[in-house]
């Protein structure tokens, strides 16, 4: 069982840059690949960014988040990071780190939130105008 805790959320404001982070524990955190999801009040919870499993030479990310946004994982500190540059009102969510359902499985560059299966608590982003 992997056990995911999220945090770095905060209240910015346009342009400002935060930086998330995401600690895993209870299982292989190198096999596994990873990713940020968001989720906006009254919107659907949504893809955000990926990287793949050990080196975390492939990455994925959507539209309106690349160039600004850049996903990274240090394994040997079993932690995810997601730096988020140059942030606008339209960031504003909570987001989610999760983790692939299977060790090892094939990485997706446009991963659905039924590939992961084990989510983090969820830490608030929030910038303003």
């Known amino acids: 069982q992997v056990e995911l805790t999220d945090s770095g959320g905060g209240l910015v404001q346009t342009g400002d840059s935060l930086k998330l982070s995401c600690s895993g524990s209870?299982?292989?955190?190198?096999?596994?690949?990873m990713g940020w999801f968001r989720q906006a009040p009254g919107k659907e919870r949504e893809f955000v960014a990926a990287i793949s499993w050990g080196n975390g030479n492939n990455r994925a990310y959507r539209d309106s988040v690349k160039g600004r946004f850049t996903i990274s994982r240090d394994n040997a500190k079993n932690t995810m990071y997601l730096q988020m540059n140059n942030l606008t009102p339209e960031d504003t969510a909570v987001y989610y780190c999760a983790s692939h359902r299977y060790p090892m499985g094939a990485f997706s560059s446009d991963p659905r939130r039924a590939d992961f299966a084990f989510w983090g608590q969820g830490t608030q982003v929030t910038v303003s105008s």
């Open positions: 209870g299982g292989t955190f190198s096999r596994y690949s």
